[in-house]
């Protein structure tokens, strides 16, 4: 069960678009992330919240997307962890 997948905000303020486009192009950052968090191996489920109704479509658009590949992920893993 994955929820609170964007940190607060804190992720989506790490993404910037050229990151996103890696996830998957033509998603914004918050999408991106919500979309690097369902294809975590082992996630099933999505507690998805958003603070009005186009947020929450947004969001429900990036866990229909397929899920990323492991290298993908941890490509994604190691821009994010670089100082």
């Known amino acids: 069960m994955a929820s609170a997948q964007l940190h607060g905000g804190e992720l989506p303020g ?6 996103a486009d890696l996830i998957g192009p033509g998603l914004t950052a918050a999408q991106a992330c919500i ?24 969001a429900a658009d990036a866990v229909a997307q397929p899920s990323l590949a492991t290298a993908q992920l ?10």
């Open 74 to 83: 941890r490509e994604i893993t190691h821009v994010l962890a670089s100082p």
């Open 14 to 19: 790490m993404v910037d678009q050229e990151l």
């Open 35 to 58: 979309l690097a968090v369902a294809s975590c191996p082992g996630v099933t489920d999505i507690l998805l919240a958003a603070s009005s109704a186009t947020h929450w479509r947004q």
